[in-house]
């Protein structure tokens, strides 16, 4: 099984340019997530998805837009890229928390914005 | 002050050491868990507990939940134990996607 899938691994992007970060998963997981990695930070959560046809924000949405129109995939849209979007982002996927506990992770894609 | 505060932020062990991660947090939960980041930047789902304490090989987990506190402990340590180790607990009554995660627990073994 490929297990989670994210490209592009690696992207630099000029100031108000957009993007979209790719996700999609193998494993038939109703649950999805996108989260940004900063430097001496923990994850903070961006979006996440309990199905197809519904998503939520999270923690820092700000900047960013998510659709979820199959199971497999979770794309994320920077629109309008700002300095402050330079992150490594992770795309994760699971059961439903309390029934197997066990996120998997996408290897991260890792963004700048100049 | 961080929901989930780790100790230490940095951490270098002789190869064969027994290594111990602590994790400490402020809100009520349902469940935490542990993850390992590697070098090259991928992040492994160890452990989810609710509660007591969880083996899988070299590694075991365990949790107070009166203490609001969780260890990870690591026996006869490896070169290739090298990674953070990321602690996150999901609030009790949270949404299903927010985890509060911990800054992480760099881990250096020796050989």
């Known amino acids: 099984n490929a297990g989670v899938t994210q490209t592009p691994k690696f992207r630099i992007l000029k100031i108000g340019q957009s993007m979209t970060l790719q996700c999609t998963q193998d494993m038939n997981h109703n649950y999805m997530y996108w989260y940004r990695q900063d430097p001496g930070m923990g994850l903070k959560l961006i979006y996440y998805s309990v199905g197809a046809g519904i998503t939520d924000k999270g923690e820092v949405p700000n900047g960013y837009n998510v ?3 199959t199971t497999e995939d979770f794309p994320l849209r920077l629109e309008l890229a700002a300095p402050s ?13 309390e029934r197997t506990g066990e996120l998997f992770f996408g290897e991260g894609s890792r963004l700048t914005v100049l | ?87 996150a607990v999901r609030n009790y009554g949270g ?9 992480g627990t760099k881990l250096s073994v020796k050989p």
């Not at chain 2, 980041?37 to 609710?50: A, D, K, R, T």
């Not at chain 2, 949404?95 to 911990?102: D, P």
């Open chain 2, 95 to 103: 949404s299903q996607g927010n985890l509060i995660f911990g800054k």
């Open chain 1, 85 to 97: 979007q330079t992150s490594v982002y992770f795309c994760a996927s699971s059961y439903a928390l």
């Open chain 1, 67 to 69: 659709s979820r129109s």
């Open chain 2, 1 to 87: 002050k961080n929901e989930v505060e780790q100790s230490p932020q940095n951490l270098t062990a002789q190869e064969g050491e027994f290594i111990t991660i602590n994790c400490s947090y402020s809100v009520g939960i349902s469940a935490l868990h542990w993850l390992q980041q590697h070098p090259g930047g991928g992040i492994v789902s160890l452990f989810m507990l609710s509660s007591g304490k969880k083996k899988h090989g070299r590694l075991i987990a365990t949790i107070n939940i009166q203490e609001k506190h969780s260890s990870l402990h690591i026996t006869a340590s490896h070169p290739r134990d090298s990674a953070v180790y990321i602690c």
